[in-house]
């Protein structure tokens, strides 16, 4: 199997002189082309992990590999440049005067020629069904929107991985559905891994496979419909979600076969 990030025992606190860490022993990796959700209380580690990938955080203990090679303080550069982050509020992460020019600046950072950013300007903000709004100001659009021009600017440097962190969270579900329908999209475009920290487990569902943490470990890896039909009271793995039978219908929206033990308990309800 092709491992676009691997991740081992991944041990890290936030302040040294305490005992009790925020990631304790963190395994698991991610296919090259892979779509998985990390979902998990509050506290429960998912962001530290997000922000220690993409090399934000300093002392830890165990490795990150990132198309297989091991993250250090001397590549970190390299190696973010292979990530695209895309976080939680879409007002953060504006700094162009149109839309044109936020999607620009990341690549005025790396010197890419003008021609060349012209071109993947109009390209990203076709991807993310934003041409239209090339020339508006970023303050004026909707929430949705602005989170559609971060990811344009982010595909526009051409990641590998995009991580995705309570993305969708500030969102109404117009927004969102068309956040999602935009990720699956730029995926298949561009050929991405994603790795997306969610709430909602609808969103989650999109997903090849879900982590679900909780106290900073992994309490669980495993696909959709398999954690969602085996584990009908999310509160017990941690989650602070209630299961839901809206979950299921969305499950089989999203095209998966619900394992017949489950369609069987349903019934009887
Ligand atoms: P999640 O993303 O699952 O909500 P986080 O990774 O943000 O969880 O947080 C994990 C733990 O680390 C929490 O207890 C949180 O309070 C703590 N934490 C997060 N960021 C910091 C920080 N910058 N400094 C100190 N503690 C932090």
Redesign the pocket.
């Known amino acids: 199997m092709n491992k676009i990030l691997e991740v081992e025992n991944l041990h890290f606190k936030?302040?040294k002189t305490q005992e009790v860490e925020?990631l304790s022993g963190v395994n698991f990796y991610v296919a090259r082309g892979e779509w998985v959700s990390i979902i998990?209380k509050?506290?429960?580690?998912?962001?530290?992990t997000a922000r220690l990938i993409d090399g934000l955080l300093e002392g830890f203990t165990g490795s990150v590999k990132i198309d297989n090679v091991l993250l250090s303080q001397e590549n970190v550069w390299t190696l973010r440049k292979k990530i695209g982050m895309v976080f939680q509020n879409p007002d953060n992460q504006f700094v162009g005067a149109t839309v044109e020019d936020d999607v620009a600046f990341g690549m005025e950072n790396q010197g890419i020629a003008r021609d060349e950013m012209k071109r993947r300007v109009d390209e990203a903000l076709l991807a993310v069904n934003m041409q239209a709004f090339k020339s508006k100001e970023p303050a004026r659009l909707s929430g949705g929107q602005k989170q559609r021009v971060a990811i344009a600017g982010m595909i526009a440097l051409r990641p590998e991985i995009i991580i995705l962190d309570e993305s969708t969270s500030m969102l109404d579900p117009t927004g969102r559905d068309e956040m999602m329908r935009v990720i699956h999209e730029i995926k298949d475009k561009f050929k991405l891994t994603v790795l997306s920290?969610t709430h909602d487990l609808d969103e989650a569902a999109h997903s090849d496979r879900i982590i679900v943490?909780n106290e900073g470990k992994i309490v669980q890896i495993a696909e959709p419909e398999v954690l969602f039909s085996s584990n009908k009271d999310m509160v017990e793995i941690g989650l602070d979600v209630p299961f839901t039978t809206n979950l299921m219908t969305d499950l089989e929206r999203h095209g998966f076969d619900l394992p017949k033990a489950y369609m069987d308990e349903t019934q009887l309800a």
Do not use: A
Not at 42 to 48: D, E, F, I
């Open positions: 936030y302040d925020q998990g509050n506290g429960s580690g998912k962001s530290t920290i943490m």
